[in-house]
């Protein structure tokens, strides 16, 4: 029987094709290493307790002591499959999915005879895989003897994917020079939208890796076409009315958001190239050119008449969040992307030591998308993390560490003018925060908020079938919502840099020249479909 989405989201199990895989939550701790005498800053290693029957260790786990103890590994078990293609034939007669290694090599101790011992002895063990097949992780012990055979599994190469090293958890080469060794945590090589790479949990270790050179772990590879973990529509809509954070704008902002189709019926523009004037754009977008590159050849602007300053300042009744459905992850997880439209981004404020000064245009642009990405896990249907995107970058932010409000829904803080987002109130400062210098980003709760999870539209779910969710007109418009408008943005910076002490006009001068280069004209965004996140994964 062939499954498709929504069969077995939050089921806590995953169908990978030839492997089904179970993520396991609870561990029996193993060893501790300390680089001081304060715990907090060591790492623990972890092994998966509580594991199924018929279902195999993949490897261990470990994690810096300062975090909860919030990982995963997920354990396998090889499984039948069936397709109507191959019912009524024979097909080859492939080896087995999952097969014990042929012995352990040592990759690294700490026992190297010192005398500075700070906890028991750890062992790291790589398991040596048949010909043909990969390790997924390493195994620890607290003794000198190696693992038994049997206590985890290779995977077949076929299906398997590259990974990479993510965040640094362990460095001990900088305290013991003559023990380089550095821990990691790994995700997948590819990722985004398209990606089949599923991360184990495991970790990624070695004490004289270059970055570049190929791992001797992978990730697993989700081969099952049919993606049966991803939420169906219905677990869709049910995520986001769980889930859906409330977006709080400052206090003092006044360029706040709006729908989509109100700002279209409100007069909004479209331009072409050589034409001095713009055409009404209706209501849904029809008329709005789709597909193609963003050429130049087309753009959206604010109305040309007296409704122009009104439409600046959006409309806070009528915005909705913009909302994308991916795989991530090789589909082991749900990304829910929300986008936030503003008809204008305010002008930046810059903050130099104790001076905070308002820019009188640089930094203001028609027409600003920004979004947030929730990551919710399929296993067990639980938000993971949220991605809170800022200007040219973002951040994950674990579940743990977010504000809530009414039980399981997260705040968003968009920043003051910019629309930028973080996960708690306070200013951000788009520099030097060392030397005090850089674009102020301030954000507070206020009585201005948009609750997504219930003022949001459904655009796009493409896992779905193109035939579920209509696509609207304006999101396949691939050019620039606001002209481009170029002005000498450093002779206002040097107005201000001329003004400060000499002491700091060196400083002050070297930062400005790291900013975005959106601080130097006005430069309408491209639509939410035109990003590289929109099929790609998160910058981070």
């Known amino acids: 029987m062939i499954a498709f989405s929504g069969e077995s989201f939050a089921s806590g199990r995953i169908s990978l094709g030839e492997i089904q895989v179970i993520k396991i939550t609870k561990f029996e701790f193993?060893?501790?290493?300390?680089?001081?005498?304060?715990?907090?800053?060591?790492?623990?290693?972890?092994?998966?307790?509580?594991?199924?029957?018929?279902?195999?260790?993949?490897?261990?786990?470990?994690?810096?002591?300062?975090?909860?103890?919030?990982?995963?590994?997920?354990?396998?078990?090889?499984?039948?499959?069936?397709?109507?293609?191959n019912a009524h034939t024979c097909d080859p007669i492939k080896p087995p999915a999952l097969q014990v290694p042929l012995d352990y090599t040592l990759v690294w101790s700490p026992n190297d005879g010192g005398d500075e011992k700070y906890g028991d002895c750890g062992y790291i063990w790589l398991p040596q895989p048949p010909e043909g097949y990969k390790p997924m992780g390493y195994l620890?012990?607290?003794?000198?003897?190696?693992?038994?055979?049997?206590?985890?599994?290779?995977?077949?190469?076929?299906?398997?994917?590259?990974?990479e090293i993510y965040r640094l958890i362990l460095d001990v080469g900088y305290k013991f020079p003559n023990l380089p060794f550095r821990v990691w945590s790994i995700r997948p090589n590819h990722r985004g939208m398209l990606g089949k790479g599923i991360p184990v949990g495991t970790y990624f270790?070695?004490?004289?890796?270059?970055?570049?050179?190929?791992?001797?772990?992978?990730?697993?590879?989700?081969?099952?076409?049919?993606?049966?973990?991803?939420?169906?529509?219905?677990?869709?809509?049910?995520?986001?009315?769980?889930?859906?954070?409330?977006?709080?704008?400052?206090?003092?902002?006044?360029?706040?958001?709006?729908?989509?189709?109100?700002?279209?019926?409100?007069?909004a523009q479209l331009f072409k190239a050589g034409s001095l004037y713009g055409e009404d754009i209706d209501a849904n977008g029809s008329n709005l050119p789709g597909g193609?590159?963003?050429?130049?050849?087309?753009?959206?602007?604010?109305?040309?008449?007296?409704?122009?300053?009104?439409?600046?300042?959006?409309?806070?009744?009528?915005?909705?969040?913009?909302v994308h459905v991916k795989p991530a992850l090789g589909g082991a997880f749900t990304d829910i992307a929300m986008w936030v439209f503003c008809p204008f981004n305010g002008p930046a404020t810059l903050k130099v030591g104790l001076l905070n000064i308002a820019l009188s245009k640089i930094g203001q642009h028609v027409g600003d998308w920004e979004h947030y990405t929730l990551r919710i896990c399929n296993f067990t249907g639980e938000l993971w993390s949220i991605y809170f995107s800022q200007h040219s970058g973002g951040q994950w932010v674990e579940a743990y560490d977010l504000e809530y409000i009414e039980g399981n829904k997260a705040v968003v803080y968009s920043s003051?003018?910019?629309?930028?987002?973080?996960?708690?109130?306070?200013?951000?400062?788009?520099?030097?925060?060392?030397?005090?210098?850089?674009?102020?980003?301030?954000?507070?709760?206020?009585?201005?908020?948009?609750?997504?999870?219930?003022?949001?539209?459904?655009?796009?779910?493409?896992?779905?079938?193109?035939e579920v969710i209509t696509e609207p007109f304006w999101l396949h418009f691939?050019?620039?919502?606001?002209?481009?408008?170029?002005?000498?943005?450093r002779t206002e910076l040097d107005k201000l840099i001329n003004i400060l002490p000499v002491m700091l006009r060196h400083s002050v001068e070297n930062i400005f020249d790291k900013l975005p280069i959106e601080l130097s004209g006005e430069?309408?965004?491209?639509?939410?479909?035109?990003?590289?996140?929109?099929?790609?994964?998160?910058r981070s």
């Not at 030397?435 to 949001?456: E, M, P, Q, T």
Request: glycine share 8%; with cysteine; hydrophobic share 30%.
């Open 30 to 85: 193993i060893w501790g290493y300390n680089l001081s005498q304060d715990k907090k800053k060591g790492v623990t290693f972890y092994k998966p307790v509580g594991i199924p029957d018929g279902f195999y260790c993949l490897g261990h786990y470990c994690q810096p002591n300062n975090l909860p103890l919030r990982g995963f590994v997920l354990v396998a078990r090889e499984v039948p499959i069936y397709s109507p293609e």
């Open 140 to 163: 620890v012990t607290n003794k000198p003897e190696k693992p038994e055979l049997y206590e985890v599994r290779c995977v077949r190469s076929d299906l398997t994917d590259k990974c």
């Open 205 to 267: 270790c070695s004490s004289y890796w270059i970055p570049g050179e190929d791992m001797p772990i992978a990730c697993l590879k989700n081969l099952n076409p049919t993606l049966p973990a991803m939420p169906n529509l219905d677990q869709i809509h049910a995520l986001i009315h769980h889930y859906g954070p409330t977006v709080f704008f400052h206090p003092e902002e006044i360029f706040l958001p709006s729908s989509v189709t109100w700002f279209f019926k409100n007069g």
């Open 292 to 322: 193609g590159t963003n050429d130049g050849e087309f753009w959206i602007d604010l109305p040309s008449d007296d409704r122009r300053e009104i439409v600046k300042h959006g409309n806070l009744e009528s915005a909705k969040l913009v």
């Open 416 to 466: 003051k003018s910019g629309h930028a987002s973080y996960p708690h109130p306070g200013m951000y400062l788009q520099g030097s925060a060392k030397l005090g210098i850089g674009v102020r980003n301030d954000c507070a709760r206020s009585n201005l908020y948009v609750d997504s999870s219930i003022h949001y539209e459904l655009v796009a779910a493409e896992y779905l079938g193109y």
């Open 478 to 489: 691939m050019r620039e919502w606001g002209p481009t408008i170029v002005y000498d943005s």
């Open 523 to 538: 430069e309408g965004p491209t639509g939410p479909k035109e990003k590289n996140n929109w099929v790609g994964d998160e």
